[in-house]
């Protein structure tokens, strides 16, 4: 049984026409629709609000006094659970890939405004990982604090409730809508998407934060939806993940710069430049057409651009002077 959601977010969020970056696409000026899940409020917004309503509301449930989660140092989904902890009165600990001598800018300085306990696992796999948030919950369970674990990136059957709701407002906003283009991390994103609007209704663009992501999007989608959701009928593009989650890639870079000079909108390094990446590539590739609503749902990511040197330093160059 699901335990009720905690609100934490501002919804529903707008949904924007984006024409002039239709056209730098090669879309029709009306094809294209921004979802701005940058847009859900709390801790600076993005999509994770959505899924911790959930996970949370599950924590507070049990009688949790204390969030503890995992991610990359830079991680988004990190930021919004200590957010989300800050908001609701919990200690949030936070056991993050690497080294305390990684950049201290970005999600990391939010995550120390907001209060919350770093925890260095070093580099570690996705299991090390685990097993270092398994160790921190013993020894806060040991020192009498009821910790609850938040999975990786919030994204668990429980957590992609949170975009079944997105899904069900998009349909909404969008009736005609044909393709929703997201980036794909964990994976309950896409698994909420995809319950409310089915497999074919939804493009996820890998991101390369899992060895299988299409497997953990149909697993968190299947108990969902009514639909079968085998992993090889999700529409997944793996063309855009280059030299792994953390590098920034030339389409990425690309993306960031169109994005913000034909709409003022800021992609992230990370998640969305990707996914716009892999939009434009869908439309080179015919996946996606012009004449068709597609629909980009932003899910957020600004801080982690500026805890990125590459993309930072990439931004800047982008600074010509002007020569009066
Ligand atoms: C985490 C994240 C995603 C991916 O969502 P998942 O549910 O992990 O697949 C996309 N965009 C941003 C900005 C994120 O932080």
Redesign the pocket.
Known sequence: MAHPPVELGTFPTPVEPAPRLAAALGLGPDDLWVKRD?LTGLGGG???IR?LEWTVGAALAEGADTLVTTGAAQ???ARLTAAAGARLGLDVVLVLRGSPGVSRSGNLALDGLFGARPVWAGEVDRAGLDAAAAAVCERLREKGARPALVPF???SVL??RG?VRCGEELRRQVPDLRTAV??????????GLVAALGADSVL?VD?G?LPD?AA??AEFAAPLTEETVAPDRLRVRRDQVGDGYARLTGPAAEALRLAARTEGLVM?P???GR?LAGLAAAVRDGDVRPGERTVFVH???LP?LFGHAEAVAYAEEGAVPYDL
């Open positions: 940058d993005g999509n994770k899924k991680s988004n989904h990136g919030g994204s957590g992609a975009y997201v980036a794909l991390g964990s994976g309950g994103t896409m698994a996820g991101v934060a992501p953990a999007a992230d990370v998640y969305t996914a899910t957020g990511g982690g």
